[in-house]
């Protein structure tokens, strides 16, 4: 049985048509209130107990914003003390090379 923070999960993995999860690299998205860094090491568990370490070697954060000026303008054309007009939808993803037990 596993211990409550024993290996906690902190996102899943993400393919896309553009971007694939290979033998060598996955993608994968955090959940909002984790903080992974790059080299970092994930583990992502596969069928039949099988396990891929990663080594954390790139973090991007994407919204839905179609360009910086789509941001500022939702800032209230720049303004740094206010919340935004407009907020955006984010997440944090991350790419990691691997290595399969």
Do not use: Y
């Amino acid at each position: 049985m596993k211990k409550e923070n024993e290996n906690p999960i902190i996102g899943r993995t993400s393919a896309t048509d553009r971007d694939p999860n290979t033998a060598d690299k996955f993608n994968f998205w955090i959940t909002s209130d984790v903080i992974v860094n790059p080299f970092d090491i994930v583990e992502s568990e596969h069928f039949k107990g099988s396990k891929t370490f990663g080594l954390v070697t790139n973090l991007e954060h994407r919204t839905d914003a179609a360009s910086h000026l789509a941001n500022f303008v939702s800032n209230n054309f720049g303004s740094v003390s206010e919340e935004p007009n407009t907020p955006r939808i984010g997440a944090t993803f991350s790419q990691s090379q691997c290595d399969d037990e």
